[in-house]
């Protein structure tokens, strides 16, 4: 521990400013506590930031990805620096109030990620994600930051096996509503519940982690192909090695997020989640990430997308693959290879400095006779998973859901809940009828707090039999794995009066994606004098803090203004 002060191998390192001359002499000492010598701490200080836990398959993998991102980094002649930060799993705090966290964590995953690596002045990163909400949050940070880096998905769970048909947790929820409805028994839900989850990785479907995972790599921050290998496959090692190699590569070269997330980058992301009728979260998450990339975004970018994009992937919730059939399918490349046959998305760069053309051309080819990608001119659906609708309920924009649907105009009367518990507490006693409107409101992203998805409620209607006669409208969100005639993120919220605040039981609700409406006839403006704006559900801590600073669904509640 005697070698003088290191002399920066590279000039202009970020690094540099905790590292080299006299003054920083107190920081290479405790730099040495750590185990580094001169000789490391001279080497390019690279971010290995993941969001391992136990508490949940989504991320369980990620702390072995980490050291193999390590080697990757010493390898290419760089030191890894390497840090934890928190992950929410919606999958066990649906239906609680701890779903209230879920949302907001996106906003503290990011701002923690921004802080470490600011804080220690690094010269590059490699972020590694596993659930709904870190994986955009891997995103914003990246983008915010505009430091050289890379992100990498953990990967899909394998789906589990009942009665011989695949099963993911959309199945177990499901099997709630079932129970709930008495068409299943307590051994019969069991089985389920123990045979769903079978290992490490996220949830299986086109649910909304495997929707981001593929918009990471739409959007050129992931290589082509390394986010489709399920977290449990042992070729998932060597991608977290080759992201480690490849975060030195984009700092030697100048490749920074922002060169990368162009707008033909987002139009293209946008393409994927219509063609996969991925999770509408995605357009809460777009906007979010456009909106720390600098690039105008609005979600009304949204409609052209699904309108001129067909649905080619027949996965779950509303088709009939996993993640991992996807993957023997060929992956993210075989749905872009038949979307650029049909010039449906564009040329852009790539963090691995190819364009994403190229990418695509370096793939394997799509197997012969795989059953989960169509070409377009064979499309599952002529459009795209979802529709914004607007109209006297929310005239900032809402997101209709669209897969697993197959009528696209909805009549009935309000059925008006102030919460999830109390809708959901209504399903499972049968209050709920074939032909209702329901409206769950005071959800949104202040009002909630945090925005919660409504997955329990959702899958319970469909456990009992009411997934496609009746409607459901919120200022909250919907799981990936929600289904049926829903829509979400109306605007404005209820607590910020939004005309959802306003309506009363027995209300006519249209909700037409024909027209693009979401209305009702009811005198909203009558009763605008006697309303007045619910007390906060929180008072103190992060959910209030996240209360006040939130801004509007329809531009991506984010809290950076």
Same mark, same amino acid.
């Given at each position: 521990?005697?070698?003088?002060?290191?002399?920066?191998?590279?000039?202009?390192?970020? @690094?540099?400013?905790?590292?080299?001359?006299?003054?920083?002499?107190?920081?290479?000492?405790?730099?040495?506590? !750590?185990?580094?010598?001169?000789?490391?701490?001279?080497?390019?200080?690279?971010?290995?930031?993941?969001?391992?836990?136990?508490? @949940?398959?989504?991320?369980?993998?990620?702390?072995?990805?980490?050291?193999?991102?390590?080697?990757?980094?010493?390898?290419?002649?760089?030191?890894? *620096?390497?840090?934890?930060?928190?992950?929410?799993?919606?999958?066990?705090?649906?239906?609680?109030?701890?779903?209230?966290?879920?949302?907001?964590?996106?906003?503290?995953?990011?701002?923690?990620?921004?802080?470490?690596?600011?804080?220690?002045?690094?010269?590059?990163?490699?972020?590694?994600?596993?659930?709904?909400?870190?994986?955009?949050?891997?995103?914003?940070?990246?983008?915010?930051?505009?430091?050289?880096?890379?992100?990498?998905?953990?990967?899909?769970?394998?789906?589990? !096996?009942?009665?011989?048909?695949?099963?993911?947790?959309?199945?177990?929820?499901?099997?709630?509503?079932?129970?709930?409805?008495?068409?299943?028994?307590?051994?019969?839900?069991?089985?389920?519940?123990?045979?769903?989850?079978?290992?490490?990785?996220?949830?299986?479907?086109?649910?909304?982690?495997?929707?981001?995972?593929?918009?990471?790599?739409?959007?050129?921050?992931?290589?082509?192909?390394?986010?489709?290998?399920?977290?449990?496959?042992?070729?998932?090692?060597?991608?977290?090695?080759?992201?480690?190699?490849?975060?030195?590569?984009?700092?030697?070269?100048?490749?920074?997020?922002?060169?990368?997330?162009?707008?033909?980058?987002?139009?293209?992301?946008?393409?994927?989640?219509?063609?996969?009728?991925?999770?509408?979260?995605?357009?809460?998450?777009?906007?979010?990430?456009?909106?720390?990339?600098?690039?105008?975004?609005?979600?009304?970018?949204?409609?052209?997308?699904?309108?001129?994009? #067909?649905?080619?992937?027949?996965?779950?919730?509303?088709?009939?693959?996993?993640?991992?059939?996807?993957?023997?399918?060929?992956?993210?490349?075989?749905?872009?290879?038949?979307?650029?046959?049909?010039?449906?998305?564009?040329?852009?760069?790539?963090?691995?400095?190819?364009?994403?053309?190229?990418?695509?051309?370096?793939? #394997?080819?799509?197997?012969?006779?795989?059953?989960?990608?169509?070409?377009?001119?064979?499309?599952?659906?002529?459009?795209?998973?979802?529709?914004?609708?607007?109209?006297?309920?929310?005239?900032?924009?809402?997101?209709?859901?669209?897969?697993?649907?197959?009528?696209?105009?909805?009549?009935?009367?309000?059925?008006?809940?102030? @919460?999830?518990?109390?809708?959901?507490?209504?399903?499972?006693?049968?209050?709920?009828?074939?032909?209702?409107?329901?409206?769950?409101?005071?959800?949104?992203?202040?009002?909630?707090?945090?925005?919660?998805?409504?997955?329990?409620?959702?899958?319970?209607?469909?456990?009992?039999?009411?997934?496609?006669?009746?409607?459901?409208?919120?200022?909250?969100?919907? @799981?990936?794995?929600?289904?049926?005639? *829903?829509?979400?993120?109306?605007?404005?919220?209820?607590?910020?009066?939004?005309?959802?605040?306003?309506?009363?039981?027995?209300?006519?609700?249209?909700?037409?994606?024909?027209?693009?409406?979401?209305?009702?006839?009811?005198?909203?403006?009558?009763?605008?004098?006697?309303?007045?704006?619910?007390?906060?559900?929180?008072?103190?801590?992060?959910?209030?803090?996240?209360?006040?600073?939130?801004?509007?669904?329809?531009?991506?509640?984010?809290?950076?203004?």
């Amino acid at each position: 521990m005697n070698a003088p002060p290191p002399r920066p191998k590279a000039p202009g390192l970020r @690094s540099d400013a905790i590292k080299t001359g006299p003054d920083r002499a107190p920081a290479r000492a405790m730099l040495y506590a !750590t185990g580094l010598d001169a000789a490391a701490i001279a080497k390019p200080l690279v971010a290995v930031v993941h969001t391992w836990s136990n508490i @949940s398959p989504c991320n369980l993998n990620l702390r072995d990805l980490a050291a193999e991102v390590a080697d990757g980094i010493r390898a290419a002649g760089g030191t890894p *620096v390497e840090f934890n930060t928190i992950a929410v799993t919606d999958g066990i705090a649906m239906g609680t109030p701890g779903m209230r966290a879920s949302l907001i964590s996106r906003e503290l995953i990011a701002d923690s990620i921004e802080l470490a690596v600011d804080g220690h002045c690094l010269d590059a990163m490699v972020v590694l994600c596993g659930c709904d909400k870190t994986i955009p949050a891997a995103a914003m940070a990246l983008a915010r930051l505009d430091v050289p880096g890379v992100a990498l998905y953990g990967g899909s769970i394998a789906h589990g !096996t009942l009665d011989g048909t695949p099963i993911t947790v959309q199945q177990v929820f499901e099997a709630v509503g079932a129970h709930g409805a008495g068409r299943i028994d307590d051994a019969r839900l069991g089985a389920v519940e123990q045979r769903a989850c079978p290992g490490a990785g996220a949830c299986g479907g086109q649910f909304t982690a495997n929707t981001m995972a593929m918009v990471l790599t739409a959007l050129g921050l992931t290589p082509l192909g390394l986010n489709d290998i399920a977290a449990t496959d042992p070729a998932k090692r060597a991608a977290a090695r080759r992201c480690g190699e490849l975060a030195l590569e984009c700092l030697r070269d100048g490749r920074t997020p922002r060169g990368i997330l162009s707008p033909a980058a987002f139009r293209n992301a946008m393409r994927i989640v219509a063609a996969t009728a991925g999770s509408t979260n995605a357009v809460l998450h777009l906007l979010a990430i456009a909106h720390e990339a600098g690039v105008a975004l609005t979600i009304e970018d949204f409609e052209g997308a699904s309108v001129q994009t #067909p649905v080619i992937a027949d996965l779950m919730p509303g088709g009939r693959y996993t993640a991992i059939e996807m993957t023997a399918a060929g992956g993210m490349a075989a749905v872009a290879r038949e979307l650029r046959a049909a010039g449906l998305i564009e040329d852009a760069p790539t963090v691995t400095g190819r364009g994403l053309f190229e990418e695509i051309d370096a793939a #394997p080819p799509t197997p012969p006779g795989q059953p989960v990608v169509r070409p377009v001119a064979q499309a599952f659906k002529p459009r795209g998973g979802y529709s914004i609708l607007y109209g006297n309920l929310s005239p900032e924009g809402c997101i209709l859901k669209l897969a697993g649907i197959d009528t696209l105009r909805f009549e009935g009367r309000a059925r008006v809940f102030e @919460s999830e518990e109390d809708c959901f507490r209504a399903v499972q006693v049968g209050r709920i009828e074939a032909g209702d409107v329901v409206v769950i409101r005071n959800e949104g992203p202040a009002g909630g707090p945090g925005m919660r998805e409504m997955l329990a409620v959702t899958a319970a209607l469909v456990g009992r039999g009411l997934g496609d006669r009746v409607a459901l409208m919120t200022d909250g969100r919907f @799981s990936g794995a929600s289904y049926g005639f *829903v829509v979400g993120h109306v605007a404005p919220e209820a607590a910020r009066g939004g005309p959802i605040a306003l309506l009363r039981d027995g209300d006519r609700i249209v909700i037409d994606a024909v027209r693009r409406v979401v209305e009702t006839d009811a005198d909203l403006a009558a009763r605008r004098a006697d309303w007045s704006p619910p007390p906060p559900k929180v008072v103190h801590g992060a959910l209030a803090k996240y209360a006040r600073l939130v801004g509007s669904a329809a531009l991506g509640a984010v809290t950076t203004g």
